[in-house]
């Protein structure tokens, strides 16, 4: 009687395996968020003005970085970028979840918007090299979209259940075994390939973009203070023009400009891009006010808020946590 031969995993699934999970963990880790912000400022001190910085700093530099990040795929492979990308995303979530300030905490974001931007340009560059223009990539493309759709529902969801058992930091610490997880399944696809042709990258118009929309977020987070600083305010709104003018001055001159001149001329293009604005801006925003409305205004646990179809809430304390337990942990009944 013959043995039987071990089954292995083809290559191909192996890859799509690590660049699906990518653009889920990019996209958990924009709407994991929410539901914990009101014992993040608890545990933090964060004011009601000030918390909306968790989530900006997040969306502001992925922003930012993300055309950068394409250049760099160009310019030294989507291996080497994946790779970096990955591990500056473990760095940066280990340390938001050991964050013992405010400060710290927007700081680890922002590194985590960072290695968005890269990773997202570096998964789509790897795609396009190992799966033929045809129905094979179509369907990568496909299954690597829609897991990042997933991303962002799973994202609320999981984090609710996961405040019941533990406490805020596992919401970034949760990402660890992801990045293992998608360096492993990767394996040999991330052979670094030879050395390509260096040409200038437009790290001084990534920079000015994002110092743009920095300064304009903080221009709005002073005045949604009951007693805003008219100082803070008229600095933040000249830092935004002056960083506005500097990019597209930069832009026009630059051989090697973030964004083509060309593309900007393409009306369907500048539609999807202002509808694609839109819709998230709406779309963060919608979250951002929903959790804290539910939270602190209705008394609901973090995870009657992430699933609506749990019973009616219960009042949930927010006494200022200890960083080994959950807030949320024990004021509900699991539905």
């Known amino acids: 009687m013959r043995a039987a031969t071990p089954t292995t995993v083809s290559p191909g699934l192996r890859l799509l ?32 003005a000030a918390l909306q910085w968790i989530v900006s700093a997040y969306a502001i530099f992925f922003a930012g970085f993300l055309l950068l990040g394409g250049q760099l795929v160009d310019v030294f492979s989507g291996s080497r970028v994946f790779m970096a990308a990955q591990s500056l995303f473990a760095l940066a ?3 938001a979840g050991l964050s013992g300030s405010a400060a710290t905490l927007i700081a680890a974001r922002a590194g985590q918007g960072i ?24 369907r990568a493309l496909s299954v690597w979209g829609t897991t990042g759709a997933v991303g962002l529902a799973l994202g609320v969801t999981s984090g609710g259940a996961l405040l019941t058992v533990a406490s ?19 394996g040999p696809a991330l ?11 437009a790290i001084s118009g990534a920079l000015l973009a994002s110092a743009a929309v920095v300064a304009i977020v903080l221009a709005f987070t002073e005045l949604a203070r009951a007693q805003p600083s008219a100082p803070v305010v008229g600095a933040s709104a000249v830092a935004a023009v002056v960083a506005g003018v ?16 060309a593309l ?32 602190d205004e209705r008394g609901y646990s973090a995870l009657t808020a992430a699933w609506p179809s749990c019973p009616s809430p219960r009042p949930s304390s927010r006494a200022t946590p200890s960083r080994g337990s959950s807030p949320a942990a024990g004021s509900f009944a699991i539905c």
């Open 17 to 48: 395996t690590a660049l699906a999970g990518s653009q889920l963990l990019v996209a958990l880790d924009f709407s994991i968020i929410y539901v914990a912000l009101p014992d993040i400022g608890v545990s933090l001190r964060f004011s009601s």
């Open 93 to 95: 979530s280990l340390t």
């Open 115 to 138: 290695a968005a931007a890269l990773l997202v340009p570096a998964t789509l560059g790897l795609l396009s090299s190992a799966y033929p223009a045809g129905p094979a990539r179509n």
């Open 168 to 186: 805020w930091p596992w919401l970034f610490w949760i990402n660890l075994p992801i990045v293992a997880v998608c360096l492993t399944a990767a």
């Open 191 to 201: 052979r670094v390939p030879p050395s390509r042709a260096r040409r200038p990258l």
């Open 246 to 261: 500097l990019f597209t001055v930069g832009q026009r001159r630059s051989d090697h400009p973030l964004v083509p001149a």
């Open 264 to 295: 900007l001329t393409v009306r369907t293009l500048r539609v999807a891009c202002l509808a694609a604005a839109l819709y998230m801006a709406s779309f963060g925003a919608e979250f951002f006010l929903v959790t804290l409305y539910l939270q």
